[in-house]
């Protein structure tokens, strides 16, 4: 079974920082776009970050562009992505997701990635 689990989520205080990593099972991404995305309560699910297969580009959305950091490294076989300089904004449910039906490219829209972790908890408290 093909599965992505996430890690590294928790409470922090504003101004503080996390790091998010994401390791695969069942098989490998190497060839693939990988992301990260958030969901707020009561917020539709966002792009945070993605990355293309071997981590030499990155889109990231405005609201965390200079503060986060998505990275990759395919001999682990994870994803991460360091947070800085945290706000109450960025609580979140962060997930990883990867897509499997582009290789050697890049993604940027949530709805084209098709394999979802179950999601990571993140709060910052003001």
């Known amino acids: 079974q093909v599965q992505l689990v996430e890690s590294g989520g928790g409470l922090v205080q504003a101004g503080g920082s996390l790091r998010l990593s994401c390791t695969p099972s069942?098989?490998?991404?190497?060839?693939?776009?990988m992301g990260w995305f958030r969901q707020a309560p009561g917020k539709e699910r966002e792009v945070v970050a993605t990355?293309?297969?071997?981590?030499?580009?990155?889109y990231y959305s405005d609201s965390v562009k200079g503060r986060f950091t998505i990275s990759r490294d395919n001999a682990k076989n994870t994803v991460n992505l360091q947070m800085t300089n945290m706000r109450p904004e960025d609580t979140a449910i962060y997930y990883c997701?990867?897509?499997?039906?582009?290789?050697?490219?890049?993604?940027?829209?949530?709805?084209?990635?098709?394999?979802w972790g179950q999601g990571t908890r993140v709060t910052v408290s003001s």
């Open positions: 990355t293309n297969y071997i981590g030499s580009a990155a």
């Open positions: 069942g098989r490998t991404f190497a060839l693939n776009p």
């Open positions: 997701a990867a897509d499997t039906h582009t290789d050697y490219g890049m993604t940027y829209v949530a709805d084209e990635f098709n394999i």
